[in-house]
């Protein structure tokens, strides 16, 4: 067998294609659009490689155009979870003992497949199973699934060549190992590049893994596995799962060989799952790593020297792009009475000029919300704020069903700094605003540390430096993401390591090596060239004229 050390092919960030009218990629796209619409996919689930098809199917339409089928897929059950779980375990011996260059070979081949003749197909289905235009999908499913997979493996490498320092005599060595047993990935509905990632991360380590993903997300997780597939991800390593949550943790949670969750998701389910691990801990043959990602209610604060422009420009884009479904949206936002009326007078102009509607009308900037369970909840939060007489909504405010779940742009402006949409996560383009006094700067930085329970991304403006240190002190805790003079999304993988603490996660860093990191098991290996052959140290020797008759104390 030949041997070497491996430097994998330094990353670099994909480039984002823009999608200009006449360009290769608009045409591309356009095609991948209209070939998906036409095939009404039946999409199996994927168990040790083979595909699983049950007689439970369910219907797959666009959240934009609800009564159009785009396909279906089938629903498992628990059985399905102890096969998945099963087929896992099945090849983890020979998947983790598989030298990691060719591990890394994997991914570095998908990366390669998804910015080719992937990339239209995956594009294509993100925007219509979970209503993204094509700038996000491009953003979201293309490039930073392809910037996950390449940096990955350059953090994968990084990881292995660190080594301890080794004394005379002797060789050091630390060994990462998968860990022992299988990995449980949970992925959401509203990034492509996140239910790719979750479970590759995990495998790039030599792990096996069992991937449920969001219902309204598997038209595209189809597609990924579609992918991993060709890249020549081994049978079993990755088996896909359509099973309700609660079924699958029932068998995942009680099985004596988990040992992990990767998840992204709602804090309160996040809970519940830590909670049930805690509950089930005696069972495990090893510690689970638990790595989350979950809510946020992320913040835009304004200082009274920033430039009003700039900040109704982060508040129309970090707010509303993608309808608000990201976990780092703007959702509340702080601005001083001096400029109120400025910012307000550019956001009610911009979220005017907002087009909205179906995916494949490219100047549309705004598509549907998920599902109609979350166009529900949008819409009493808004009609309840038509009704109250404390809050004003200054734009947007309108919502209809009946073609696709369209919720308007809606902005808020509440007297009282912890009103109800200050301080619970909504998840949709619904954004409230607290006007506070120029002099009340300090006290509102409190204020912001104090309302939400999450801590994932937040912003400052300001032209004063003085201003931004100050807040970058005073908010240290509040954000896992904190932006200067920037909205407060669109984190990048190898320049913005991504996650929250406090109730917004375990602050892992999807898209650095910390992450990496939790789905190892460190081994160390000290060898002895020559071992001692005599029990006595030095210090035993006998002075020279030293009473050899000294009886020592305590004796056997």
């Not at 200009?20 to 168990?47: C, F, N, T, V, W």
């Not at 049950?54 to 096969?83: C, M, R, W």
């Not at 779980?85 to 099945?90: G, K, P, T, V, Y």
């Not at 006007?435 to 006290?443: I, L, S």
Request: proline letters at 5%; a negative charge.
């Amino acid at each position: 067998m030949a041997n070497g050390f491996f430097n994998v092919p330094t990353p670099i960030n994909e480039p984002v294609k823009s999608y200009a009218p006449g360009s290769k990629e608009r045409a591309e796209l356009q095609q991948a659009l209209k070939e998906l619409k036409q095939q009404h996919l039946d999409i199996p689930m994927y168990i040790g490689g083979q595909e699983v098809r049950t007689d439970n199917t369910l219907t797959i339409s666009p959240p934009h155009d609800h009564q159009y089928k785009l396909g279906q897929f089938h629903e498992g059950d628990a059985s399905h979870v102890t096969q998945a779980i099963d087929a896992a375990l099945a090849a983890r011996e020979q998947w983790a003992a598989m030298l990691w260059e060719h591990r890394a070979g994997i991914f570095l081949k998908a990366a390669e497949l998804l910015a080719g003749p992937y990339r239209a197909r995956l594009n294509a289905a993100t925007m219509l199973g979970q209503s993204k235009n094509a700038y996000q999908a491009e953003i979201d499913a293309a490039c930073e699934l392809i910037d996950f997979f390449r940096y990955n493996v350059y953090f994968m490498q990084e990881i292995y060549k660190q080594q301890p320092e080794s004394a005379p005599g002797m060789w050091n060595r630390l060994e990462h190992r998968p860990l022992e047993g299988f990995v449980f990935a949970l992925t959401p509905f509203n990034f492509t590049s996140i239910a790719g990632n979750l479970p590759t991360s995990v495998a790039m380590m030599g792990n096996v893994v069992v991937w449920k993903p969001a219902y309204p997300q598997i038209y595209s997780a189809y597609v990924l596995m579609e992918l991993f597939r060709e890249a020549g991800l081994p049978d079993g390593v990755i088996n896909l799962i359509y099973v309700d949550g609660p079924v699958a943790g029932d068998v995942i949670f009680n099985h004596r060989d988990f040992a992990g969750i990767h998840f992204t998701g709602s804090t309160g389910v996040f809970q519940n799952i830590w909670s049930l691990i805690g509950q089930n801990i005696h069972k495990y043959k090893t510690y689970p790593r638990i790595v989350g990602e979950t809510g946020g209610k992320d913040f835009i604060i304004a200082h009274s020297s920033a430039q009003p422009r700039q900040v109704a420009t982060a508040i129309s884009r970090g707010a509303f792009e993608f309808q608000g479904q990201k976990c780092s949206a703007a959702s509340r936002v702080y601005i001083p009475a001096s400029m109120y009326e400025e910012v307000k007078g550019y956001v009610q102009a911009d979220l005017a000029s907002f087009r909205m509607g179906d995916v494949e009308d490219f100047g549309n900037f705004i598509n549907a919300v998920i599902t109609e369970g979350s166009f529900d909840k949008l819409a009493r939060y808004i009609d309840a704020a038509k009704a109250d007489s404390s809050v004003e909504i200054i734009a947007g405010g309108g919502h209809d069903k009946s073609k696709g779940y369209f919720i308007e742009p809606t902005v808020i402006v509440a007297k009282d700094p912890k009103y109800v949409t200050m301080c619970e996560e909504l998840f949709g383009p619904v954004l409230t605003m607290y006007v506070y006094e120029d002099a009340k700067f300090e006290e509102t930085l409190t204020l912001i540390d104090t309302t939400s329970p999450y801590a994932l991304t937040g912003a400052i403006f300001s032209q004063d430096r003085y201003a931004i240190d100050l807040a970058s002190k005073r908010l240290v805790n509040a954000a896992g993401n904190f932006y200067i003079n920037d909205k407060p999304t669109g984190a990048v993988v190898g320049q913005q390591p991504f996650g929250g603490a406090r109730a917004s996660g375990t602050n892992d860093k999807a898209g650095s090596m910390l992450n990496l990191l939790r789905w190892t098991s460190a081994r160390a290996i000290k060898e002895t060239f020559v071992p001692p052959v005599d029990y006595r140290y030095p210090f035993m020797g006998v002075e020279t004229g030293e009473d050899l008759n000294v009886t020592g104390q305590g004796g056997f």
